[in-house]
């Protein structure tokens, strides 16, 4: 019969660090972005959802960038689940991935399993890790709860056996989901039902995408024969499958440059993807037809791909592609789901067998006919549609025994919405601290003052029912702050800075209002005011942080790094470079010595006229942990400081050079 229990894996890891105390008021750089002269001639359906709703802050989330790359035996909960043929491993603290996926007949790993967990800035928020599958919610790129727990239960499967049910609150759309794992016995498939409730009285766009790692020597399958490809020259074109430009895409290493394929399947033809290895063995993913796109993600075999495998695992680990399956056709779009509404579906995850000679052979058509068959016959199409019809009542059974705990953020918005969310429950008992303050102003119509010599305010939700109470909550210092921000969010930008200003008049020193402003005076274009601004707003940290000592205790690094980095920045922007260096020399130590601010470092000796000592710092062994998918900072620093090549361990670039 089908078991769960819970395990511990312990991983070399690096560790996970405070977050950003700093509330991100303007997006990370998102690369998946298309250029509106591409936007005609799509799908009618694929032109209105690219341009629907498209995420343009973080908030209410805060940034995971306090990771580093010093890596050594760590611990995480595991919940292990298993039949007589598979075994699941599943990471409920880290995003509920499923690490591991092994077909127990023949020891087979279906999945590319990391053998460290090293994060990187992949995730919408920051931190994310390869490796396994992921459930990505929210918006266009990784979820921002990649590195996040989620609740975990056991619930009673629709054949009365026992399931693995995730769930949790999605905060950037205001979304609750719930990810059940049901391991029928006997069975060769895994089965995910995955189901997006909507409990407000308003449309909310959403976003789904399960992304599947599989080793990288593999030729991929899916029903189509053309895709939209997608590399990070912002271009999205139409090409056919399985070549285009005479080279067989389809085999992930015949790229130079990553690159997203997805895959143009027709309407009606069953949706499937598959990775399969030389002698024709791997994995398979299908679903009901609710999640209708299908895509290939290779990171190529030049040195910026070769560059970023190798940043993301240990040296000798092999290289991965993702192959993944979606409620769009692309990933730069989002589908409405409408008032009081949800979206459900089913997908299964197991081996596939099929004919070498077919699967790798130059007629495209056979090779997928011989995938379509031999999954018909291990798995037919009416099969998953049954699964799903058994699994969608159970989809509301209440889950028994907890194997993991997520955060608060459901419990308060149930407690203020009065949600009735049979199958995920948001007990009080996991409110917290970070919710106690929005409990008070729930229940009281008052927020707790805060002091900002104690320490960095606390989060903002943002959500338009949090900023009605806080329009009427009395005007101090601590409620204009987060009134600001939920204008800010909300796109009324005037407002929030009319709060802001506000919330000064009655705390001058108030630093986390000063950087506000700051960021507001950089969006509406006023470099020299928000240079200004910057400077008091670290002058009054800085005198925060010491409370009259000589030194901030370390409990203040975060918020002087982060706030020090911006400050340096805008000073730099405005050719204020003494200005920048004395906010440099205000730094921790530990601080200036991370990657990121190595990195500011040479842009300062730069801007000082010392390329010589710039290009020094870069003979020195410092890697930048968050360097942010898609940058090209490393590059152009480089290219500032000498003519010489690039080295290999400094080429992150996912393009052809301009």
Not at 26 to 53: N, T, W
Not at 373 to 391: N, S
Not at 483 to 494: E, F, K, P, S, V
Not at 589 to 608: I, M, P, Q, S
Request: hydrophobic residues 40%.
């Amino acid at each position: 019969m089908t078991t769960i229990r819970r395990e511990v894996l312990t991983l070399p890891a690096a560790e996970l660090g405070p977050d950003n105390p700093l509330p991100p008021l303007k997006p990370l750089d998102e690369v998946h972005q298309v250029e509106d002269r591409d936007r005609q001639g799509l799908p009618r359906d694929m032109a209105r959802q690219m341009g629907y709703a498209p995420l343009t802050g973080l908030l209410p989330e805060r940034v995971r960038d306090g990771y580093d790359r010093r890596r050594e035996p760590r611990p995480f909960e595991a919940v292990v689940m298993e039949n007589d043929r598979l075994r699941v491993t599943v990471l409920p603290t880290l995003g509920g991935r499923i690490a591991s996926l092994v077909h127990k007949p023949t020891g087979r790993e279906l999945l590319y399993r990391n053998p460290v967990f090293q994060p990187a800035c992949f995730a919408l928020n920051g931190a994310w890790y390869s490796g396994g599958i992921e459930w990505n919610i929210g918006a266009t790129g990784h979820t921002a709860l990649s590195c996040s727990p989620l609740h975990a239960a056991r619930v009673t499967a629709p054949d009365g056996g026992v399931m693995l049910r995730l769930w949790e609150w999605e905060r950037l759309r205001d979304l609750p989901f719930q990810v059940d794992l049901w391991l029928p016995d006997g069975s060769d498939f895994l089965y995910v039902g995955v189901r997006i409730r909507n409990p407000h009285e308003r449309p909310v766009p959403t976003y789904w995408w399960s992304n599947i790692a599989v080793p990288e020597e593999r030729r991929v399958l899916a029903p189509a024969d053309a895709a939209w490809h997608f590399g990070y020259t912002r271009r999205l074109r139409r090409v056919e499958v399985p070549a285009y430009d005479g080279v067989d895409r389809t085999r992930p290493l015949n790229s130079v440059f990553p690159a997203d394929y997805f895959y143009d399947v027709p309407d009606g033809r069953r949706g499937w993807i598959a990775a399969l290895d030389d002698a024709g063995r791997g994995l398979v993913q299908t679903s009901t037809d609710t999640l209708r796109g299908r895509k290939l993600f290779v990171w190529g075999s030049g040195p910026g791909g070769r560059r970023w495998q190798e940043w993301l695992t240990e040296p000798g680990t092999g290289g991965y592609c993702e192959i993944q399956a979606g409620l769009a056709r692309t990933q730069l779009e989002h589908v409405k789901l409408d008032a009081e509404s949800e979206v459900s579906w089913l997908e299964a995850y197991g081996p596939l067998d099929v004919d070498p000679a077919a699967a790798h052979g130059d007629d495209w058509g056979r090779a997928l006919a011989s995938a379509e068959e031999r999954l018909e016959a291990v798995l037919p199409r009416a099969d998953v549609e049954a699964a799903y019809a058994a699994w969608a009542p159970a989809a509301d059974t209440e889950p028994g025994e907890r194997l993991a705990t997520g955060s608060g953020w459901g419990a308060l918005e149930v407690l203020r919405g009065g949600f009735t969310l049979p199958g995920t429950p948001f007990a009080p008992g996991t409110l917290g601290e970070e919710q106690r303050p929005w409990l008070e102003l729930l229940r009281k119509g008052t927020l707790p003052e805060e002091d900002p010599e104690a320490g960095p305010p606390y989060v903002t939700p943002v959500a338009p029912h949090w900023r009605d109470m806080l329009e009427t909550a009395a005007a101090t210092a601590t409620a204009e702050y987060h009134l600001g921000l939920a204008q800010w969010h909300a796109g009324d930008r005037a407002q929030a800075v009319r709060s802001w200003e506000r919330g000064l008049k009655a705390a001058p020193d108030h630093w986390a209002l000063l950087r506000c402003t700051a960021v507001a005076d950089q969006e509406e274009n006023h470099p020299e005011r928000a240079a200004d601004r910057y400077d008091e707003a670290f002058e009054a940290l800085c005198r925060a942080a010491a409370g009259g000592e000589e030194t901030a205790p370390a409990r203040w690094e975060p918020a002087l790094a982060a706030l020090g980095r911006e400050t340096a920045e805008a000073l730099l922007g405005v050719g204020r470079t003494a200005g920048a260096r004395e906010v440099w020399e205000r730094l921790p130590a530990r601080t200036r010595e991370r990657g990121r601010f190595r990195l500011l470092e040479v842009e300062l000796l730069l801007a000082e006229g010392r390329r010589e000592a710039a290009r020094a710092v870069f003979e020195e062994d410092f890697e930048v942990a968050d360097l942010r998918e898609g940058s090209e900072t490393v590059s152009r620093l480089w290219a500032a400081c000498t003519d010489e090549p690039l080295p290999a361990r400094h080429d992150f670039r996912m393009r052809p050079p301009e």
